[in-house]
């Protein structure tokens, strides 16, 4: 189990800025033409679609279909390790989006939100992962979820705990602690 500290350091990983998943839709209009872009905004039945850069206002009537595409899986999220060194790295560097994006989609838009309630606890936390050791003892796989266990070691002190994680779109993500 994770003692309190070991709570803090990852909360405060959660407090970072909130990263978006690529996605891209596929419209098809009512005479089969088919436009790859963003749903940017919809109002009064008039699509709002950005599509590289420009965009482009097209009525709901003239729209057959929409589908929605995910991203192509990165291999830096491939495993929940290399899924864990990414969060861990982004840290050290600053790297606040790309932190946010290790964890599960679900959870992104909540840590976002709390971004800006702790401006001064993203400092205080990227302090705390440069003076903070981390070493994988060992992991799980089952199914479409995996747990990585992880020794925690700042000076003297020392815990280990486990980290939940969740296949998303053949990504693994973090899950926050419990």
Known sequence: MMTTAGRILLTAAMLVLGARAARAEIIELVDKT?????IVHYYDGVYSV????????????KIRSISFQL??????????????????KALVDGDLEKAI?????????????HLGQASDGIKQMKK????????????????DTATLKVLRQ????????????????GEW??????
């Open 71 to 88: 991203p192509p899986p990165r291999s830096e999220l491939s495993s929940a390790e290399k899924t864990f060194d990414r969060w861990r």
């Open 34 to 38: 088919k436009i790859n872009g963003k």
């Open 173 to 178: 993500k973090m899950l926050p602690p419990q």
């Open 154 to 169: 700042k000076g003297e002190d020392s815990e280990t705990g486990e980290i939940a994680f969740v296949r998303e779109n």
């Open 50 to 61: 950005d599509t590289q850069g420009t965009t482009v206002k097209i009525p709901r009537e």
């Open 101 to 113: 994006d290790c964890y599960a989609l679900m959870y992104q838009g909540m840590l976002a939100s």
């Open 128 to 143: 705390e992962i440069e003076v903070t050791k981390f070493t994988v003892k060992g992991s799980s796989v089952k199914g």
